[in-house]
Each structure stands twice: as structure tokens, then as C-alpha cells.
């Protein structure tokens, strides 16, 4: 039982063995130990010197001769305080290198995170989400946000992410409720890029920001799909910046907007 305890702390079956020896004997010369335990002398010499180091064991000199003696097993307290607070520093230095390696997993693998959001609410949660990244945003503007939203609510969502310094970048049709004063795109940090009414209708905004895409779709009950993926944001910048080029490559573009309001 005593030697099954021993071991669960740490010991070996040989240095348990030992140590109980002890504890029953009292002081022991190492040769007696040995022909008791029926262990090589240099065997005896080893596990008692590894008993010292753990403060189970003292040497005392009796009789101009070398004994060994068991120490208060109080000691064996330490061992385990000390087991103890090598698995706390052990579970502390993985818990830290998982999150360093997660990190280094997502980057690798594309790994990608996907949210639903419902509601009126969580939508605007998700744009507020999308300005604290402070990074700059591309989107393509769909004309059901303002009939879905209202028009308080999406213009404090427009104006959010240049309270951060972000800056947007957004295709936007040109349409009566669309505003065509630079000093208004100025106070919300946005440079348009005009796209005629009729060739974009749905109501579903696409708007990127770092390594997340936002897919939010105006109806009666507002919906949205945020993907974090870098390789996916990556690929609706390139289809971004390639119809923003396409657009302003377009003959007349210049003369647009024509039926954005210019509001003062």
C-alpha cells in the first residue's frame, strides 16, 4: 500500500523500496541496505544519492561510518507541490504554443470562419463589427438597403467606419436616393464608383474589409453571412477591383452620376 502511494508520487519501485527500508531501519549503512534489498553496493549508492537530491533521504556519519537515513516524510510534500506546479508551467507552455500554432494554421490552411446574423439588429452589429477593424472597406451597394433599413439607420452605418479614419471604396448605382455630393462622400470617407441603376438590382450588398466578407441581404427581415477567409476576401477583391476598373473604362463615364441627387 505504502509503496503503491510512493510510486503514484513519483518514485520508482527500487527507490521506494529503499526509502520505506529506511523508514522502518533507521540510520543503515549502504552494504547492510544492499544484502537486505539484495542490490548491487554501486546500485544502493546510486538510488540512495537520487533520495538525497530529493530530500528523502540524509547521510550521517555513525561510528566513523557512513549511514543513510530516511527523512520526515513531510518531505514528500514538496515532491508533489513541486510535480504540481511542473504540470501547471507544463499546461501554461502548450496552452500558449496551441495559440501560437493555431495562428500559424489559419495563415497556412485557409482556414475559414463562418456567422449568420438575423435581423435589423445583427446586421448592424455586423457593419459595426466590420468599421472596428479600421481596415479599408470595398463594397458593391445594393438600392434595397435603405427600404429595408431605413434611412437613419444605414446612414449611421455609412458614416461608422470614418469615426475609425477607414476608408471606403464603393460601386453604387446611380439612382435618385443615391447622394452625388463629394462633401458628403468626404464625411463618410467614401470614393465612388458609379454603376447605372439597371445593372445591378438585387438586394444583397457585398462589402470587404482585411480578410472578411460580408454578404448582406435586404428584405423584409435583414439577413447576413460574414466568411473570414483570406484566400475568399482575396478573390472578391480581385472581382471588385476589376469591375471598378471596367466601370470607369466605360465611355461617358465621366458625366456620371445623372440621376444621383446633389444634395448640398
Known amino acids: 500500500m505504502k509503496n503503491g502511494i510512493l510510486k503514484q508520487i513519483g518514485l520508482s519501485e527500487l527507490q521506494s523500496s529503499v526509502y520505506l527500508s529506511l523508514l522502518d531501519s ?41 549511514h543513510y537515513k530516511a527523512e520526515d516524510p513531510i518531505a ?25 500554432l493555431r495562428l500559424t494554421y489559419k495563415k497556412s490552411s485557409g482556414n475559414t470562419e463562418v456567422q449568420t446574423f438575423r435581423g435589423a439588429e445583427a446586421v448592424k452589429s455586423l457593419y459595426k463589427h466590420q468599421a472596428t477593424l479600421k481596415q479599408t472597406i470595398r463594397f458593391i451597394k445594393s438600392r434595397a438597403d435603405i427600404p429595408s433599413m431605413g434611412f437613419e439607420v444605414m446612414d449611421h452605418i455609412r458614416r461608422l467606419p ?42 444583397v450588398e ?17 439577413s447576413g453571412i460574414r ?11 480581385q472581382i471588385w477591383s476589376t469591375l471598378d476598373e471596367n466601370l470607369r473604362a466605360q465611355p461617358g463615364y465621366k458625366k456620371m452620376p445623372l440621376k444621383a441627387k446633389r444634395e448640398i
Open 162 to 203: 470614418a469615426k475609425f479614419g477607414t476608408q471606403r471604396f464603393g460601386i453604387v448605382p446611380d439612382a435618385p436616393e443615391s447622394a452625388a455630393n463629394p462633401a458628403v462622400d468626404e464625411r463618410s470617407n467614401l470614393t465612388p464608383t458609379w454603376i447605372a441603376a439597371e445593372s445591378y438590382t438585387a438586394p
Open 76 to 100: 514528500l510534500a514538496s515532491i508533489v507541490a513541486n510535480e504540481r506546479n511542473r504540470v501547471i508551467a507544463l499546461e501554461s507552455n502548450v496552452k500558449e504554443a496551441l495559440t501560437r
Open 227 to 237: 466568411i473570414k477567409n483570406k484566400v475568399v476576401a482575396d478573390a472578391f477583391l
Open 206 to 222: 457585398w462589402t470587404v474589409a482585411d480578410d472578411e466578407l460580408m454578404i448582406i441581404t435586404f428584405n423584409e427581415t435583414p
Open 26 to 66: 533507521g540510520p543503515t549503512p549502504p552494504p547492510l541496505l544492499a544484502r537486505k534489498l539484495k542490490l548491487t553496493r554501486s546500485n544502493a549508492y546510486k538510488i540512495l544519492d537520487q533520495l538525497v537530491d530529493m530530500g528523502l533521504v540524509g547521510r550521517v556519519d555513525l561510528q566513523k561510518k557512513l
